[in-house]
């Protein structure tokens, strides 16, 4: 056969910017077409982004998108006329009905659909047909599964392919049929959300369905975020025989180009692949929380960023991120000591804002809280000093906060990390004040790691050891009272991480986590935190998923209920 391209988009659509997510599909296919494609292939659900959740419900919204595509059909045959395009949007059936999601009124059905867009029109179109509903995937609440589909195939240069649309892929049937049917290779649209680790696990999973169904294989995802998800990216290509022909980049755009002479066999035309080593851990999760704030701030229209920088681990790790993530320019850091602020806390505070060249204030609470301390007096009466006194500090801290977002327009940062939201270690309307939360889904033992890493490596080239070593090494407090530190009321955070990661993310009760060799006293009093604290979680911010289970979409719990 002739030496002929396709491509493959890997873009960052935001949910319900039609009008963006359009653009950067066209801009892609005009790229493609100067190279000479003859396809380009996007991620699932590339026009609206991926969740669009109850957006679906609403009758507008899907006749935009509708609208959408057939416009995007029209400007894709100007700047491309000769390529096919696969565009992943909803679809409607509007052959039949179902009962309406709340009332007894009828609406037509809806499909997760990719279509191939082709002369100025929809050419063809398919559904998909196995919808996941576990973890933070709920596509059976908005989405029907196709029944009765013949095997999706598209022809080009010659070649059918099978095309596969996300959960598809993960189950064998499809792929076979589309094999029977006359399928030279497949093609999988994917919108996958990012947990650590997860990039290798897709190619095992496409490699796993080679063994069922032996054809090269091409896999589009896409790469940024949308609210708590991350889209990673490392879209890829697979031979027949499972090698990694290529590897798009990680939590950025790309547009990867396909030799087809090579795709399919003639390996003297298909150069050894140089593919990177896997990141560690750390720059891994780094990268994807990095991309959790950039794109969390830009894609809801703020320019900037503020947050409280206590000369703790918490909050210094929160700033670097975004100034890896924002630039030192787009943010102000507030240090507001107590009474109870240690020297070296006010010391370390400023060294990082002066390493990290940022915008930097002083407000100290005392007189606030003092004032508040007056003003209660006649209804506390004679109680003592307790747990109040030290809420009132932290909730002064969040007003002064929200009253700089207010006037300033600055996107609040909340600096909890997750095994302080796990346990309620930390103050509703106080330090849980703000918009995003970027570490929420990460463990303190990791908070410790990463800090660590980025001292000693500078990914984005904005500052050298940003973080004063003696914020690493000294043991964690709120400084809310005198000599507090944190393991007066938490277990060491090396058990308690590796408990929380069994509960949350292996599902292990209390029995088993004892038959573990977690002690029953710690067992029962992490599970009693978790379980009274559901009502501050369910009023945090959101922040980045980069676990297997996250609190967000896939941690659903009542608020009243006592089953420890």
Same mark, same amino acid.
């Given at each position: 056969m002739p030496t002929s391209l396709i491509a493959l988009a890997q873009l960052n659509p935001t949910v319900g910017d039609l009008a963006g997510n359009a653009a950067q599909i066209l801009q892609a296919a005009s790229s493609a077409h100067a190279q000479g494609a003859k396809l380009l292939i996007t991620a699932e659900l590339s026009l609206t982004g991926y969740s669009p959740q109850d957006l679906l419900l609403r009758p507008d919204f899907l006749a935009a998108c509708e609208a959408a595509l057939a416009q995007l059909a029209q400007d894709l045959h100007t700047a491309a006329p000769d390529m096919q395009v696969l565009v992943g949007h909803p679809e409607q059936d509007a052959a039949s009905t179902l009962g309406h999601w709340d009332d007894a009124r009828a609406h037509p059905p809806l499909f997760n659909a990719v279509s191939a867009l082709h002369g100025g029109r929809v050419a063809q179109t398919w559904r998909k047909q196995y919808l996941p509903n576990y973890g933070v995937f709920d596509e059976q609440r908005y989405f029907q599964p196709a029944t009765a589909q013949p095997p999706a195939l598209l022809q080009v240069a010659g070649k059918q392919w099978g095309v596969l649309i996300c959960e598809d892929a993960w189950i064998p049937a499809p792929a076979q049929a589309c094999l029977a049917a006359g399928a030279d290779a497949l093609i999988v649209l994917n919108a996958s959300p990012y947990h650590a680790g997860k990039a290798p696990e897709r190619i095992a999973a496409m490699q796993a369905l080679q063994q069922h169904c032996p054809l090269p294989l091409v896999y589009a995802h896409m790469a940024g975020g949308q609210d708590e998800l991350l889209f990673d990216g490392c879209s890829?290509?697979?031979?027949?025989?499972?090698?990694?022909?290529?590897?798009?980049?990680?939590?950025?755009?790309?547009?990867?180009?396909?030799?087809? +002479?090579?795709?399919?066999? !003639?390996? %003297?035309?298909? /150069?050894?692949?140089? &593919?990177? @080593?896997?990141?560690? $851990?750390?720059?891994?999760?780094?990268?994807?929380?990095?991309?959790?704030?950039?794109?969390?701030?830009?894609?809801?229209?703020?320019?900037?960023?503020?947050?409280? +920088?206590?000369?703790?681990? !918490?909050? %210094?790790?929160? /700033?670097?991120?975004? &100034?890896? @993530?924002?630039?030192? $320019?787009?943010?102000?850091?507030?240090?507001?000591?107590?009474?109870?602020?240690?020297?070296?806390?006010?010391?370390?505070?400023?060294?990082?804002?002066?390493?990290?060249?940022?915008?930097?204030?002083?407000? %100290?609470?005392?007189?606030?809280?003092?004032?508040?301390?007056?003003?209660? $007096?006649?209804?506390?009466?004679?109680?003592?000093?307790?747990?109040?006194?030290?809420?009132?500090?932290?909730?002064?801290?969040?007003?002064?906060?929200?009253?700089?977002?207010?006037?300033?327009?600055?996107?609040?940062?909340?600096?909890?990390?997750?095994?302080?939201?796990?346990?309620?270690?930390?103050?509703?309307?106080?330090?849980?004040?703000?918009?995003?939360?970027?570490?929420?889904?990460v463990l303190k033992t990791q908070v410790f790691a990463l800090a660590r890493w980025r001292n000693a490596h500078n990914p984005f080239g904005t500052a050298e050891q940003p973080i004063p070593e003696r914020i690493i090494t000294r043991p964690p407090s709120a400084e809310l009272r005198p000599g507090q530190v944190d393991q007066d009321s938490l277990p060491p955070y090396e058990v308690l991480d590796a408990l929380l990661a069994q509960h949350m993310e292996m599902g292990a009760g209390a029995a088993e986590l004892q038959s573990a060799g977690f002690q029953p006293e710690i067992t029962q009093k992490i599970l009693r935190l978790i379980r009274i604290n559901e009502y501050k979680r369910s009023q945090a911010a959101p922040g980045t998923r980069i676990s297997r289970r996250a609190f967000g979409r896939d941690w659903r719990l009542p608020l009243t209920q006592t089953f420890v």
């Open positions: 890829f290509v697979l031979a027949a025989d499972g090698q990694v022909r290529h590897r798009g980049a990680a939590f950025a755009r790309d547009l990867i180009f396909i030799d087809l +002479l090579a795709f399919f066999g !003639d390996k %003297a035309a298909w /150069a050894a692949p140089v &593919l990177e @080593a896997w990141p560690s $851990a750390e720059a891994e999760i780094w990268q994807a929380l990095v991309l959790g704030i950039r794109d969390y701030v830009r894609k809801n229209g703020f320019s900037r960023v503020a947050l409280g +920088l206590s000369g703790g681990i !918490d909050s %210094a790790l929160v /700033a670097v991120l975004a &100034l890896d @993530a924002l630039g030192a $320019a787009a943010m102000h850091t507030v240090m507001m000591p107590s009474p109870y602020t240690a020297d070296m806390s006010w010391q370390d505070a400023q060294e990082l804002a002066t390493r990290c060249c940022l915008q930097h204030d002083e407000v %100290a609470i005392a007189p606030v809280f003092e004032a508040l301390k007056t003003s209660l $007096a006649p209804m506390f009466g004679q109680r003592p000093e307790d747990v109040t006194e030290e809420n009132m500090q932290a909730r002064i801290r969040g007003l002064m906060l929200m009253a700089l977002s207010n006037k300033t327009g600055a996107l609040i940062l909340s600096c909890g990390n997750k095994s302080e939201y796990a346990t309620g270690y930390c103050t509703l309307y106080g330090d849980m004040c703000g918009a995003f939360a970027p570490i929420k889904d």
